[in-house]
Protein backbone atom coordinates (compact mmCIF):
# COMPACT_ATOMS: atom_id res chain seq x y z
CA UNK A 1 0.00 0.00 0.00
CA UNK A 2 2.66 2.36 1.01
CA UNK A 3 4.82 1.46 -1.79
CA UNK A 4 2.18 2.22 -5.03
CA UNK A 5 -1.00 2.00 -3.35
CA UNK A 6 -1.25 5.54 -2.09
CA UNK A 7 0.68 7.75 -4.46
CA UNK A 8 -1.83 5.85 -7.35
CA UNK A 9 -4.69 6.07 -5.05
CA UNK A 10 -4.73 9.84 -4.48
CA UNK A 11 -3.99 9.90 -8.47
CA UNK A 12 -7.35 8.92 -8.87
CA UNK A 13 -9.24 11.43 -7.58
CA UNK A 14 -8.28 13.52 -10.44
CA UNK A 15 -7.72 11.16 -13.71
CA UNK A 16 -11.12 9.38 -14.58
CA UNK A 17 -9.08 7.28 -17.27
CA UNK A 18 -7.06 5.59 -14.30
CA UNK A 19 -10.12 5.32 -12.22
CA UNK A 20 -11.99 3.80 -14.91
CA UNK A 21 -8.75 1.25 -15.45
CA UNK A 22 -8.36 0.41 -12.06
CA UNK A 23 -12.42 -0.09 -12.19
CA UNK A 24 -11.83 -2.93 -14.61
CA UNK A 25 -9.05 -4.53 -12.74
CA UNK A 26 -11.09 -4.29 -9.66
CA UNK A 27 -13.97 -5.90 -11.26
CA UNK A 28 -12.16 -9.08 -12.64
CA UNK A 29 -11.23 -9.33 -9.07
CA UNK A 30 -14.66 -9.48 -7.76
CA UNK A 31 -15.23 -11.87 -10.43
CA UNK A 32 -12.14 -14.08 -9.48
CA UNK A 33 -12.26 -14.48 -5.60
CA UNK A 34 -13.76 -13.66 -2.89
CA UNK A 35 -13.29 -10.22 -1.55
CA UNK A 36 -12.31 -10.76 2.29
CA UNK A 37 -9.13 -9.80 3.99
CA UNK A 38 -7.65 -13.26 3.52
CA UNK A 39 -8.60 -14.63 -0.10
CA UNK A 40 -7.27 -10.96 -1.58
CA UNK A 41 -4.52 -10.86 0.85
CA UNK A 42 -3.33 -14.55 -0.42
CA UNK A 43 -3.83 -13.04 -4.08
CA UNK A 44 -1.84 -10.21 -4.05
CA UNK A 45 1.19 -12.42 -2.22
CA UNK A 46 1.05 -14.58 -5.16
CA UNK A 47 0.33 -11.58 -7.84
CA UNK A 48 3.82 -9.84 -6.42
CA UNK A 49 6.04 -12.81 -6.05
CA UNK A 50 5.13 -13.23 -9.89
CA UNK A 51 5.91 -9.79 -10.56
CA UNK A 52 9.44 -10.25 -8.53
CA UNK A 53 9.80 -13.76 -10.18
CA UNK A 54 9.30 -11.37 -14.11
CA UNK A 55 11.67 -8.72 -12.60
CA UNK A 56 8.78 -6.28 -12.85
CA UNK A 57 9.00 -2.41 -10.98
CA UNK A 58 7.06 0.37 -10.82
CA UNK A 59 8.33 2.97 -13.02
CA UNK A 60 5.43 5.42 -12.11
CA UNK A 61 3.35 4.67 -15.30
CA UNK A 62 0.35 2.61 -15.16
CA UNK A 63 0.61 -0.93 -16.59
CA UNK A 64 -1.44 -4.21 -16.29
CA UNK A 65 0.24 -4.87 -13.30
CA UNK A 66 0.30 -1.37 -11.38
CA UNK A 67 -3.64 -1.17 -12.42
CA UNK A 68 -4.02 -4.51 -10.94
CA UNK A 69 -2.03 -3.40 -7.79
CA UNK A 70 -3.85 0.20 -7.43
CA UNK A 71 -7.20 -2.15 -7.83
CA UNK A 72 -6.51 -4.41 -5.18
CA UNK A 73 -5.36 -1.11 -2.28
CA UNK A 74 -8.60 0.19 -3.73
CA UNK A 75 -10.63 -2.62 -3.01
CA UNK A 76 -8.48 -3.13 0.50
CA UNK A 77 -9.52 0.57 1.20
CA UNK A 78 -13.15 0.53 0.04
CA UNK A 79 -13.95 -2.85 1.90
CA UNK A 80 -12.26 -1.50 4.78
CA UNK A 81 -10.14 -4.50 5.26
CA UNK A 82 -7.35 -3.08 7.48
CA UNK A 83 -9.92 -1.23 9.82
CA UNK A 84 -7.53 -3.01 12.37
CA UNK A 85 -4.59 -1.29 12.02
CA UNK A 86 -2.98 -4.14 10.39
CA UNK A 87 -0.02 -2.56 7.72
CA UNK A 88 -0.87 -3.48 4.01
Known sequence: MHTLGDAQLARMSGD??????????????RDAIPLDRETLGDYL??????????????TGEPDAASLRLTAVCWLTRELDLLADGHPA
Open 16 to 29: PGLVAAVDQHAAVL
Open 45 to 58: LGFLDELRHRGWAF
